[in-house]
């Protein structure tokens, strides 16, 4: 046989080999991830912190959850996949598989079991994989974890990990306490909150917008809620207008159920009939004007309501 002959045969068979090579490494890569190889792919998205790897492995993560992830402090390691069962089925309706792993997380070891499920012909890890924590603040009724805002006293699903929880609005009180979730774990944790400094300046500029609408004129009565009592009763038969003067605006003290507000310095001037029938005008002055109520917080503000 000619070496011509020869090198045609070779390179025929070199094709040949080259096309079931490459047959075969597409049905390796494109065949479904076996359960076993999803539950590897979700630990690591969970020990690299990042929530779009979490969202890479097909979980359905909602994106309060995703936020509240971005904000951990401390992360599951040395993350591993000890058994599966169920691991030879298609990842079709109906069929689920169940991975049993362990990891380290807040200098502790742990082991889980979580449940993998068929979505868009896949295996994904469900709602086994997750944790939940609802956070009761003594003030307030919100907290943060991170950057997201969470209502407090409600069940809230987050990916394992340990999460520093907050009570909001975090710029007004304090309190903080640390806890770690884990796969399939209900964590109830307790906030001792105390006010900050900074509370006190944001419910004086709430109260002083509050007195400004207080002391509008035109007023045939003192408005409720506003601390003014004028001693008219002796002197008017009725009131046809009131005009104010504010020298000083009462001062903010606040605690986390109630505020008080003193050392205001307030003239009212009254126009009306006398208890003689005629016109009447007269000027009443108090240093001693002084405002309470109570005292709540939402997710951002301080909110006050005076008496």
């Given amino acids: 046989m000619s070496r011509r002959r020869w090198w045609l045969i070779g390179s ?38 990042d929530p779009a790897a979490v969202e890479k492995t097909g979980a359905v993560v909602s994106p309060e959850t995703l936020e509240a992830f971005s904000g951990a402090t401390a992360l599951v390691e040395d993350a591993e996949v000890t058994s599966v069962t169920g691991d030879d089925s298609a990842p079709i309706g109906g069929a689920t598989a169940v991975a049993e792993i362990s990891f380290r997380l807040a200098d502790e070891e742990h082991t889980a079991e979580v449940t993998l499920s068929p979505i868009d012909g896949r295996w994904v890890v469900d ?11 003594s003030v307030g ?19 394992p990990a340990t999460y520093t929880v907050t009570a909001a609005p975090v710029a007004l009180l304090n309190g903080e306490k640390s806890v770690t979730v884990l ?29 400004a609408t207080c002391t509008e004129p035109g007023a045939a009565a003192p408005p409720d ?46 126009t009306g009939t006398g208890q003689d029938g005629e016109k009447r005008e007269a000027t009443y002055r108090t240093d001693t004007w002084a405002v309470r109520g109570d005292v709540s917080f939402t997710a951002d503000d301080v909110v006050l309501t005076a008496w």
């Fill in 12 to 49: 025929v068979a070199g094709v040949v080999a080259a096309v079931v090579t490459g047959v075969w490494i597409l049905q390796a890569t494109s065949r479904p991830a076996t359960a076993q190889e999803a539950a590897v792919a979700y630990l690591r998205a969970l020990e690299s912190g």
């Fill in 127 to 137: 709602d086994s994989g997750r944790g939940s924590v609802s956070a009761t603040p």
């Fill in 141 to 159: 009724t919100f907290v943060a974890v991170g950057e997201q805002i969470l209502p407090a006293g409600e069940a809230t699903a987050l990916l």
């Fill in 183 to 211: 796969p399939g774990d209900e964590t109830a944790v307790d906030v001792d909150v105390s006010v900050r400094a900074e509370a006190a300046g944001a419910a004086q500029k709430q109260l002083d917008e509050h007195l």
């Fill in 225 to 270: 809620g506003c601390g003014i009592r004028i001693p008219w009763g002796t002197e008017f038969r009725a009131v046809t207008d009131i005009r104010y003067r504010v020298e000083e605006l009462p001062t903010t003290t606040l605690s986390t159920t109630v505020f008080s507000a003193e050392g205001g310095i307030l003239i009212a001037t009254v």
